[in-house]
């Protein structure tokens, strides 16, 4: 059963950045698209940034975060970062990692076709 891990959330104030890492149980960045979630407290959940699978990978962001986050991997350590810069009180959410096999070269920031979740990782911007 493969396996996604979250870690790195915290508590931070605004304009500062945290790392978000995603460690998966196997070697499937080769294989799989990754995406990074978040739902905030009352809200529904909300697409972040997602990687393709492949080793010259592309990457999307929604328009919140574009420009602040930074999504990356590192496929020998099969982990997924999300770089936060900027961080503002609305960023603050849980935030998980998700995967689904890559049927193309694109991937999607729509909830419905990732099938692998990691638990979340908690992210508060506050000062």
């Known amino acids: 059963q493969l396996q996604l891990v979250e870690s790195g959330g915290g508590l931070v104030q605004p304009g500062g950045s945290l790392r978000l890492s995603c460690a998966a149980s196997g070697s499937i960045l080769n294989f799989y698209h990754i995406g990074w979630f978040r739902q905030a407290p009352g809200k529904e959940r909300e697409g972040v940034s997602c990687?393709?699978?492949?080793?010259?990978?592309?990457?999307y962001y929604s328009d919140s975060v574009k420009g602040r986050f930074t999504i990356s991997k590192d496929n020998a350590k099969n982990t997924v970062y999300l770089q936060m810069n900027s961080l503002l009180p609305e960023d603050t959410a849980v935030y998980y990692c998700?995967?689904?096999?890559?049927?193309?070269?694109?991937?999607?920031?729509?909830?419905?076709?990732?099938?692998?979740w990691g638990q979340g990782t908690r992210v508060t911007v506050s000062s």
């Open positions: 990687i393709t699978s492949r080793s010259l990978s592309s990457t």
């Open positions: 998700a995967a689904y096999l890559a049927p193309s070269r694109s991937c999607v920031l729509r909830s419905e076709n990732y099938d692998i």
